[in-house]
């Protein structure tokens, strides 16, 4: 069965720092990637996703994150966060097995960040 | 933009009630999924669904079950209420592998 790994709970940065949130996932193949945000009393918004190609992806608000195969990894960065980042943010995985998957993810357990002025 | 839409926000139900958390998606999604958020745990597959009437268990589908009469709705049942279940659930409708969110129900049972 895959899982999925967000080592940190809590993570706090300063407003104009740079932002890494690492996640690594247990998949016998290369699975579907993808990371989520949700806002405080919102559900989930996709941020960016990674199915084949090139390992570094973009996503929406400015979020990349890097798909790392040796290192089971697919951690997300932002160069210069801003205070509405302030957020929880999943990780989530699919298998890349086609047939009866039915679409189903499997979620990390979230980072919450929280932004200092 | 795909919409996925909650019947409440926020509901407070006694302990033994049994209690209906409606879905419903306006993209034509096959799919459609329930999960409950608690600190710490993340998101947890409660049920999903892949077709009208079709339905599969999840992860922790004890003490719910789920009616998918129709593709656009989806609900989730509590039959008989416990202080355990006391959390925030999320619908999601989704193609392929890309779930769409609701903004949850924050359910509490006293």
Same mark, same amino acid.
């Not at chain 2, 006694?14 to 799919?31: A, P, S």
């Not at chain 2, 209420?81 to 592998?97: D, E, H, P």
């Given at each position: ?58 996503g ?18 932002k ?8 957020a ?26 929280t932004?200092?002025? | 933009?795909?919409?996925?839409? %909650?019947?409440?926000?926020?509901? !407070? ?5 049994? *209690?209906?958390?409606?879905? *419903? %998606?306006?993209?034509?999604?096959e ?20 077709? !009208? ?31 355990? %279940?006391?959390?925030?659930y ?8 890309? %779930? ?9 049972v006293?």
């Amino acid at each position: 069965a895959q899982s999925v790994t967000q080592p940190d709970i809590h993570l706090t940065v300063s407003e104009g720092a740079s932002l890494e949130l690492r996640c690594n996932y247990s998949y016998g193949a290369t699975p579907y990637l993808f990371w989520y945000v949700q806002s405080p009393g919102q559900g989930l918004q996709l941020l960016l996703k990674y199915f084949s190609g090139d390992t570094l992806v973009q996503g929406i608000k400015g979020f990349e994150a890097e798909f790392k195969r040796s290192q089971s990894s697919f951690n997300l960065r932002k160069p210069s966060v801003h205070w509405s980042d302030a957020a929880e943010y999943f990780c989530a995985v699919g298998p890349n097995a086609g047939g009866t998957s039915y679409g189903k993810l499997t979620f990390g357990q979230g980072t919450i960040l929280t932004v200092h002025p | 933009d795909v919409k996925v839409t %909650q019947s409440s926000r926020y509901l !407070v139900k006694r302990t033994g009630e049994k *209690v209906f958390l409606e879905c *419903v %998606q306006d993209m034509d999604h096959e799919n459609m999924f329930w999960y409950r958020q608690d600190p710490g745990l993340g998101l947890r597959l409660i049920y999903f669904s892949y077709d !009208v009437k079709m339905k599969e268990k999840g992860d922790i589908p004890e003490g719910y079950s789920v009616s998918r009469e129709k593709k656009e709705r989806f609900s989730l049942i509590l039959e008989s209420a416990s202080t355990n %279940q006391t959390s925030m659930y999320l619908c999601a409708s989704g193609a392929f592998y890309e %779930q769409y969110f609701g903004p949850g129900t924050r359910l509490t049972v006293t």
